[in-house]
């Protein structure tokens, strides 16, 4: 079956955003279909197609809009196009917004939206917000919503009418945290949850992607991102314990909410490749992160890990606490009062019961096989 994948495809620093692109699309190639993301950029206003040629045109030619030494910049960059050319299928065509994904319609027998926070905006706020809803294509042509996030802790849609009027034309709907289920089932939609995809392939899958140590020394690994001040995430407090347990503190920011910023002293930045940034995880003493998929990825690998909450963007954290539930490690969220506890305290992954993570990864592959098997859709009226 042919199927054109709508989601953050074209994260340039946001590691979980790509290695969730990677991994549906090739859970999907490994089931024998042929799979792609549909490569859609938002761009808002008026000639819209222009503004986007400007942008690849910038793009190529490395026109720096601030003034960056150029060697700074090349290390800063990481390779994520390398990455997307390498192991990600994409449309031929790229589209700007929804009246183009409407009028050139990407050739597929189903389309899926999701996983990550695809519904996370106001579908007042734009028309092109309605792509994520595929608002387009063939009446019949399958719609999934697969793990998709609402990215907040509460429904951030606005319009309900228009909510139920174009997810009524899916065949099956996921979410994937808890409280999307309740959003979408108070709008009369019947939804299911999914795990998010990076679930979908194994540990040793990512084994196999990360390159080979890079650090010798003991390191502590930081994947920071949406931090407001180092104050929020109590940075000074965390530093000190690393370095009193002799660890090097290795750094990698990124975007989320907000762009990478580098506000935090005393660390190595590390601007790693994504291949770079799972050997990172894997090789480090301890893992520091404010990012969700920083915790999947603790969690796949096994690792000592302590999740930094975040309060200015507090929203994304409940996703966190959503997963952290499931395998009753809540408890290694990070206060002001506990990072000398947690420190010494090691997770012994031998007691950690992973068997809700395990059914819901099993659920959620059942949900993506009925789903590319249906014929009709069903009536969620």
């Known amino acids: 079956m042919k199927i054109g994948i709508m989601t953050m495809w074209n994260a340039i620093d946001n590691y979980g955003g790509i290695l969730q692109t990677y991994a549906l699309q090739r859970y999907l190639r490994d089931l024998g279909h042929d799979a792609y993301d549909i490569r859609f950029t938002k761009i808002e206003g008026k000639n819209v197609r222009l503004k986007f040629y400007i942008k690849r045109i910038i793009s190529f030619l490395h026109i720096r809009l601030r003034d960056v030494d150029r060697a700074e910049y090349d290390a800063k960059k990481r390779r994520f196009g390398d990455f997307r050319r390498k192991y990600i299928n994409l449309s031929k065509e790229a589209y700007v917004s929804l009246q183009e994904l409407q009028t050139n319609v990407p050739t597929a027998d189903a389309y899926i939206t999701g996983s990550d926070q695809v519904w996370a905006r106001s579908l007042k706020k734009s028309i092109n917000e309605r792509a994520w809803y595929l608002d387009f294509g063939l009446k019949n042509t399958i719609r999934i919503a697969y793990a998709v996030s609402f990215g907040h802790s509460y429904c951030p849609v606005e319009d309900d009418v228009l909510f139920k009027q174009l997810v009524s034309r899916f065949s099956y709907v996921s979410t994937r945290e808890i409280n999307g289920i309740r959003f979408c089932r108070e709008r009369g939609i019947n939804a299911e949850r999914c795990i998010d995809s990076t679930f979908l392939l194994s540990a040793d899958h990512y084994i196999g992607l990360a390159t080979n140590r890079k650090y010798q020394s003991d390191f502590a690994y930081l994947y ?59 090789y480090s003493s301890i893992f520091f992160t404010t990012s969700f998929h920083g915790i999947v990825f603790a969690l796949m690998l096994k690792k000592q890990f302590i999740y930094l909450p975040l309060q200015t963007n507090g929203s994304g954290n409940d996703r966190v606490f959503d997963l952290l539930d499931c395998v009753k490690l809540k408890n290694r969220t990070a206060s002001i009062n506990n990072i000398v506890e947690l420190m010494e305290n090691s997770i012994n992954y031998d007691d950690v019961d992973f068997s809700s993570i395990i059914s819901m990864i099993a659920q959620s592959k059942y949900f993506l096989t009925k789903s590319l098997s249906v014929n009709d859709k069903e009536n969620f009226d």
């Open 224 to 282: 920071l991102l949406n931090v407001g001040t180092p104050n929020e995430i109590h940075f000074n407090e965390v530093l000190k314990e690393i370095n009193k347990k002799g660890y090097k503190a290795i750094c990698t920011t990124a975007s989320g909410y907000s762009p990478a910023k580098e506000i935090y002293e005393g660390v190595v930045y590390d601007y790693a490749s994504v291949e770079e940034w799972l050997s990172n995880i894997l």
